[in-house]
């Protein structure tokens, strides 16, 4: 080869270099020559001398120091920045690297300049799994800076960014009001909490939800959780809720809940005891969450010689037909039967209703009425609604109720 000009014009293949031990002294005195001073421009750039034998070109200390060649502050837009080092590429290629002061916070998928040269690559982050994804709006924040290496002539990796924002800890949230729905939609009216009060009193059919999530919910009130397939309870039954229930909702797929963990408050209550008189002894206001009552006699007896009796009613009124069931071999009609025919009948002991589904009540009960004779009930009635009341009275109405009491104990 030729004497060399010029450092740039050295291989970096040492075979290819001159020279080869066959040429004069003179032109190898030339190389040599050479060779010299490419090392004194070495010494001059990294010394931060003014050499005019210095290439144009050639990076000084100073720019080698300060990176000027590769580095830069951007300019352009928040979506198409621009990058001018002090010495220009002529094409993208891979393993490139720069270092870069960002103008201004980033939009979504932005692209990077270099040199002027056009098909700028997009700017890249590495996610969790190793993945390059697009960068996303204020993922690189105004003044930041960061090294971006090209991965090829279509991506340029920013490779220090900011740490993402913690996220929200939406279990330790306040809890908001959420009014109750057909179908509540948590996606829109709990985005950014999982501790949900429902409020309210319609009945819930379903939810909005991406799958995955789990809400921590507490009922304002009494409603009914209807089970369905985008509704699932852990009984297959309907719930009806009372103010301070609680439950897990977890999604098991969009739009699809299970009900879990569900807790009851104060679901044993007990009424006040009752000093029997009178034709008629009534029990109201029975929530609509009940789901066993207990009726409890203590030395009850009545004037006459009419059949004492249970009576189940609605809102609309006592419902005094369709008891099917006996008690002691005598048939259950306008009520439950409790035994006894004589006014000197005494009754002591517990019937107990229990919901079997929707508005249909089993009763059972067992009696001691006559000295030692044990009576025992057993039958079923469908009312016409829900449950919120019931009535002790005998089958013609007019016998009172002269001594004992009585009283109810209702859970759900």
């Not at 290819?16 to 190389?31: A, F, K, R």
């Not at 996606?187 to 501790?195: E, I, M």
Request: hydrophobic letters at 40%; proline letters at 4%; glycine letters at 10%.
């Amino acid at each position: 080869m030729p004497v060399p000009s010029s450092i740039i014009d050295l291989s970096t293949t040492a075979a290819n270099n001159s020279p080869s031990g066959s040429e004069s002294p003179t032109t190898t005195d030339n190389y040599l020559r050479a060779l010299a001073a490419f090392i004194a421009q070495q010494r001059a750039a990294f010394g931060g001398a003014a050499d005019a034998d210095i290439p144009a070109g050639f990076p000084t200390f100073a720019e080698i120091v300060g990176q000027a060649s590769n580095s830069g502050t951007t300019s352009g837009t928040s979506t198409a920045y621009i990058l001018a080092p002090s010495s220009a590429i002529a094409a993208y290629t891979a393993r490139m690297s720069f270092w870069v002061i960002f103008h201004t916070a980033s939009g979504a998928s932005p692209t990077l300049t270099i040199s002027g040269l056009s098909s700028p690559p997009a700017l890249v982050k590495q996610d969790h799994t190793g993945a390059y994804v697009a960068i996303a709006a204020d993922d690189i924040p105004a003044g930041h800076s960061s090294r971006v290496t090209l991965l090829s002539a279509t991506q340029a990796l920013v490779e220090d960014l900011p740490p993402d924002a913690p996220p929200v800890e939406t279990l330790s949230t306040t809890r908001i009001d959420v009014a109750s729905a057909s179908t509540i939609d948590l996606t829109a009216s709990a985005p950014d909490t999982r501790h949900i009060n429902i409020t309210g009193t319609t009945a819930i059919n379903g939810f909005t939800v991406a799958s995955g999530l789990c809400y921590f919910a507490r009922f304002d009130g009494s409603l009914t959780l209807t089970n369905g397939a985008g509704l699932a309870t852990q009984t297959g039954a309907n719930i009806v809720t009372q103010a301070g229930d609680t439950c897990l909702l977890r999604a098991t797929a969009n739009n699809v809940v299970e009900v879990l963990c569900y807790t009851s408050v104060q679901r044993l209550t007990q009424a006040s005891e009752q000093v029997a008189s009178g034709t008629a002894m009534d029990f109201t206001g029975i929530p609509a969450w009940v789901q066993r009552i207990t009726v409890m006699f203590d030395g009850l007896s009545s004037s006459g010689t009419s059949r004492r009796e249970i009576r189940l009613g609605t809102s609309s009124g006592i419902e005094a037909t369709g008891y099917l069931g006996a008690m002691s071999g005598a048939a259950n009609g306008t009520g439950f039967l409790l035994a006894g025919t004589l006014a000197s009948n005494v009754s002591y002991g517990t019937f107990t209703l229990t919901r079997m589904s929707g508005n249909k009540w089993a009763c059972h009960g067992i009696l001691n009425t006559a000295g030692t004779a044990m009576d025992f009930q057993a039958g079923v009635k469908t009312l016409s609604g829900t449950l919120d009341r019931l009535r002790l009275t005998t089958q013609n109405g007019t016998d009172t109720f002269d001594a004992g009491t009585v009283n109810i104990m209702y859970e759900g």
